[in-house]
């Protein structure tokens, strides 16, 4: 069984020390009374229902796609967040550990066979 990877906890923890926001102060914002449950988001130990985290996508003025799916210190910083990329990271989280290597191998034989033919001469 796999289980898809979401960059949620990060990306909360990301969004409200990006916001000098203090867990309790968010927790208030969304009606609870205790920083408890915000903390285990962090954590990454639970993750809020879909209406929570569509107000928690708005307090951080995010779309819940991004909020969900994207690594966003990662784009802050400048670092694009291809869809190709994001392709490949999901293919390799539902890969069993056998699959996982061959599928490594084959891409380090591509890489070895493309070498060897960017040292070709060119027969143009």
Known sequence: MSVKKTFFASNLKYLRLKKNMEQLELANLLGRKSSSSVSEW???????????????????????????????????????YHLPQRDLVLISEQLSENNYNKWLNFAQDLLKQQAKEDKEPDSH
């Open 42 to 80: 962090e954590k990454g130990k639970y993750t809020p229902k879909s209406g929570l985290l569509s107000d928690i996508a708005a307090i951080f003025d995010v779309t819940l796609t991004d909020l969900m799916e994207k690594d966003l210190s990662l784009e802050e910083k400048g670092v694009a």
